[in-house]
């Protein structure tokens, strides 16, 4: 069935460092594929989305390209603040109404 | 920016209780889910709400499980009788269309069964 792979955590990194969290799914088909992030006590919140092959989301800095050849949607950010310190989800949608949500990769950020 | 807001942000209740999970969807939308997320583990997708039915489940949202949209503004989970492995984070989230609509969700309501 449809499923997202998204790299373990926890990941620290120092602030101004480049991230890059790992996504990979399975889907037949053509997904639209999503980030979201939590930020400590909070809900999930759309961080950016693709909806066809090779489309690129982004958002506050934020980047991920949707790659069919390699089935991934992997996050990447240049320059990491402590702000951005959250649990970030790599999702897929696909047929129906649900969301298939990976199990998420704690990010912290230290000054 | 509209939200989806959730109440209570934390419940307690004891085993074998009912308890209802409460949510205000953002009010032009029309599509209404429930996930969950066990303390360190995936978000779990329990059930979707379109047109005042359901329209999928999961093979968590058993016969203890039940929605209800009650009136224009209001979308709530029951759970019947509440066991221990209940205890999780529950998310109401919300979403314009189908397709590639993303969901808009809540802050959870955190539900601890003793």
């Known amino acids: 069935g449809d499923s997202v792979t998204q790299m373990e955590g926890p990941v620290t990194l120092s602030e101004e460092a480049f991230l890059t969290i790992n996504c990979t799914y399975t889907a037949t088909g053509y997904p639209s594929l999503f980030w979201y992030v939590q930020y400590p006590g909070e809900g999930l919140q759309l961080l950016l989305k693709a909806t066809k092959a090779d489309d690129k989301g982004s958002n506050k800095g934020f980047e991920a390209t949707y790659r069919k050849e390699t089935t991934s949607f992997h996050l990447e950010k240049g320059s990491v603040q402590v702000s951005d310190s959250a649990v970030y989800f790599c999702a897929l949608r696909y047929t129906g109404n649900q969301f298939y949500f990976g199990t998420g990769t704690s990010l912290t950020v230290i000054p | 920016e509209p939200e989806v807001t959730q109440t209570p942000s934390h419940q307690v209740t004891q085993m074998g209780q009912e308890v209802i999970l409460r949510c205000v969807p953002i009010?032009?939308?029309?599509?209404f889910y429930w996930y969950r997320q066990i303390l360190g583990q995936k978000v779990e997708f329990l059930v979707s709400?379109?047109?005042?039915?359901?329209?999928?489940k999961s093979e968590i949202f058993d016969d203890q499980f039940s929605v209800e949209r009650p009136d224009g503004s209001n979308f709530t989970l029951k759970i019947r009788s509440t066991k221990l492995e209940d205890s999780a984070m529950y998310f109401c989230?919300?979403?314009?269309?189908?397709?590639?609509?993303?969901?808009?969700f809540g802050n959870g309501t955190r539900l601890t069964v003793t």
């Open positions: 709400f379109y047109n005042n039915e359901i329209s999928e």
């Open positions: 989230a919300s979403s314009a269309a189908g397709g590639n609509s993303p969901l808009h």
């Open positions: 009010s032009n939308h029309l599509y």
